[in-house]
């Protein structure tokens, strides 16, 4: 059973960067597609931001992302991350971090292990 744990949310102004941290642990880290997901105050579903494969490679955004927002892995240390640049407030979200050991998606629903979820806040 793998075990996702986010980390580096917080609240920052328009503007800023954040880098979120993802650490995996209970599974083979470097066999695991991973990405990132958030859910946007007022609709019912995540949504998709970035993905990535096995050995860093490849890598998708979504358009919103704009190449503000990069991702990458650490296979040694068991991490993910996804680092914000260039923050809108329309980025504010729970973001979640997750991972499949079967194929790399943009879609979530094909992501069988996830974070609890970590609040990022852009303020104007």
């Known amino acids: 059973q793998v075990q996702l744990v986010e980390s580096g949310g917080g609240s920052v102004q328009a503007g800023d960067s954040l880098r979120l941290s993802c650490t995996a642990s209970?599974?083979?880290?470097?066999?695991?597609?991973m990405g990132w997901f958030r859910k946007v105050p007022g609709k019912d579903r995540r949504e998709y931001v970035a993905?990535?494969?096995?050995?860093?490679?490849?890598?998708y955004y979504a358009d919103f992302v704009q190449g503000r927002f990069t991702i990458s892995r650490d296979n040694a240390k068991n991490l993910v991350f996804l680092q914000m640049n260039n923050l809108k407030p329309e980025d504010s979200a729970i973001y979640y971090c997750?991972?499949?050991?079967?194929?790399?998606?943009?879609?979530?629903?094909?992501?069988?292990?996830w974070g609890q979820g970590i609040q990022v806040t852009v303020s104007s």
């Open positions: 993905v990535i494969g096995t050995n860093s490679e490849p890598t």
């Open positions: 209970g599974g083979t880290f470097s066999e695991l597609f």
């Open positions: 997750a991972a499949n050991e079967d194929v790399l998606s943009r879609n979530s629903v094909v992501y069988d292990y």
